[in-house]
Every structure is written in C-alpha cells, then in structure tokens.
C-alpha cells in the first residue's frame, strides 16, 4: 500500500476533462508541498506540476495543481490521446529526507 | 540541459549486490541533490533516496539499510549500491536530480533479478 492514495485508473475522452486525486495525511501533504509526475509509455517520468501548482517550463497550461488540507488535485483539461499514460503525486514524508509516492493513476483516453 | 544517463548490469543474481551509476551532463554534480528511484511491478514508484557533495545521503528506511550512494565528483556522476537482492528489486531503476522532487529524470534501465 502506497502512503498516498489515488484512484488505480481514470479515463475520458479527447477534449474532455479529468481530475485525479491524492490523498495523505499530516506527515505528508498536510505539512509539505505536493508534486506530480507523468510517465508516458516509452519515455522518462516526467515532471508536470511543482510545489502545488507550479508548471516547469514546457509544460502545457492544461496541466494544473492544487492542495487543500490532506488532499491534492492534478486536472488535466483538454484532453489528448498523447495523454495517455501513468501518472504520480509525491511529496516529503515525515521530514524532508524522505519521499514517497502514490500508487499511480492510469489515464485513458 | 540537464541529462541523466543510468548504466550498470541488467541481471542480477539473488543474494548478491545491485550497482549502478548514473552519468550526469549538463550540470555539475556538486551543485544539486541527486536521487534514485525504481519503478517495479504493478507500476508503484519507490524513493531510494538521495546524496549531495556534503553531509550525509538520506535513504529510505524501506530497504532496511541494504542501499549505499556515493559521488564521484572527477567523473560527474553518482551511483547506487543495493546488497542482498531478490526478485522484489527487479524494477526500472531510474536517476534524478531533485531535493524535494525530481526535476530532470535518466531514462531508466531494467534490473532483473534471477538466477
């Protein structure tokens, strides 16, 4: 078990609109910054959002973050069929000597 | 541009030792923190842990102190060690620089642990 949950799969159609959720506790995002990754079939993991909310350059508009309490949001709108891949919220964990991940988010489009 | 690239062995016995390095380009290796992450079966991403020039490495507790990290800052690179393997460290072991989270990433190499 993941110490940050997400839903194991979501899905959407081409132009649409998904969320996908991460969940913690107080040791981890209701104390530190949350960041999200993309990892697409094929190629490196990728970092999408930093810090809550903000974008590395490159990174589409259509990407945003958001944390509130314990929880921590990734929407993706617009969606595309490059999309398509795993994605992944971290964040420090007790301290900031230690990571940890959620158990990834399968996106279909 | 920042560029990781991991090498090492693909297949690893049980019981013996893991060992990979990560060439880094691009930056100097004493400037940033660098980490190690693996990605195994059922997709779960896992934090290794992480090493900077000074102080010590942090690792994670997980591994059960089997993980050891050190720089080699003449050849700007970083490696990983992970003793007593079994088939639960077969993953894609990735590279990346990062304190807090994971700003550039290796493309990964396969370790396969068996016999």
């Known amino acids: 078990q993941s110490v940050l949950t997400q839903p194991p799969s979501v899905s959407g159609a081409p132009g649409q609109r998904v969320t996908i959720s991460c969940t913690g506790s107080s040791l981890n995002i209701g104390s530190y910054d949350v960041h999200w990754y993309q990892h697409l079939p094929g190629a490196a993991p990728r970092l999408l959002i930093h810090d809550n909310i903000n974008r590395p350059s490159g990174v589409p508009d259509r990407f945003s973050g958001s944390k509130s309490g314990t929880s921590a949001s990734l929407v993706i709108t617009g969606l595309q069929a490059e999309d398509e891949g795993d994605y992944y919220c971290q964040s420090p964990d007790g301290s900031l000597s230690l990571w940890v991940f959620g158990g990834g988010t399968k996106l279909t489009v | 541009q920042v560029q990781l690239q991991e090498s090492g062995p693909g297949l690893v016995k049980p019981s013996e030792t893991l060992s990979l390095i990560c060439n880094v380009s691009g930056a100097s290796i004493s400037r940033y923190y660098w980490n190690w992450i693996r990605k195994s079966a059922g997709d779960r991403l896992e934090w290794l842990g992480r090493?900077?020039?000074?102080?010590?490495?942090n690792y994670n507790p997980s591994l059960g102190g089997r993980v050891t990290m050190s720089i080699d800052t003449s050849k700007n690179q970083f490696s990983l060690k992970l003793t007593s393997v079994t088939a639960a460290d077969t993953a894609v072991y990735y590279c990346a620089r990062g304190y807090t989270f994971a700003l550039n990433w290796g493309q990964g190499t396969l370790v396969t642990v068996s016999s």
């Open positions: 090493i900077y020039t000074t102080g010590g490495p």
